[in-house]
């Protein structure tokens, strides 16, 4: 049984996502936050497919976070999202996904698979996860400068 303060960051854990997702995408506005919230958030679906449960305890119990949680599927979505709705949408789902790998692998719960398939799941300090995050919001600052000027 898992201890009652790891249920209330489990609990607390989606809006620390959406609140940094947000934070990164803020310079994009409104409706660009949004979609970086979604992609903040929903990405967590992965935990109960994974764990084949919608209980809390399976999902916090899994010794590595599912493969979803890789740079590469937000490369991917992000793409996705571009061609849909524009570069300022695209990176927004972007940034707000990587917002949530980066702060993922940043913690001492189970390992983050990253960079899968290249290399294995490992968590990487907060300080890195802190620039990581610093050069999305950095990014998305650099889109809406881009966007104003034309």
Do not use: N
């Amino acid at each position: 049984m898992l201890e009652p303060r790891r249920y209330l960051v489990a609990l607390s854990d989606p809006f620390a996502h959406a609140l940094l997702a947000a934070a990164v995408a803020a310079p994009l506005g409104g409706a660009p936050v949004r979609t970086a919230v979604a992609a903040g958030t929903l990405i967590d679906v992965d935990h109960m497919v994974a764990a084949r449960s919608l209980r809390i305890e399976p999902m916090l119990s899994l010794a590595v976070r599912p493969r979803s949680h890789a740079l590469g599927v937000a490369v991917a979505l992000g793409a996705v999202v571009v061609a849909a709705h524009g570069p300022r949408h695209g990176w927004a789902a972007f940034a707000g996904l990587a917002s949530h790998l980066l702060r993922d692998a940043s913690d001492t719960q189970a390992p983050t698979p990253l960079l899968w398939p290249v290399a294995a799941p490992r968590q990487i300090g907060r300080g890195l996860a802190v620039a990581g995050v610093a050069a999305l919001a950095l990014g998305s600052w650099a889109i809406s400068r881009r966007a104003a000027a034309s």
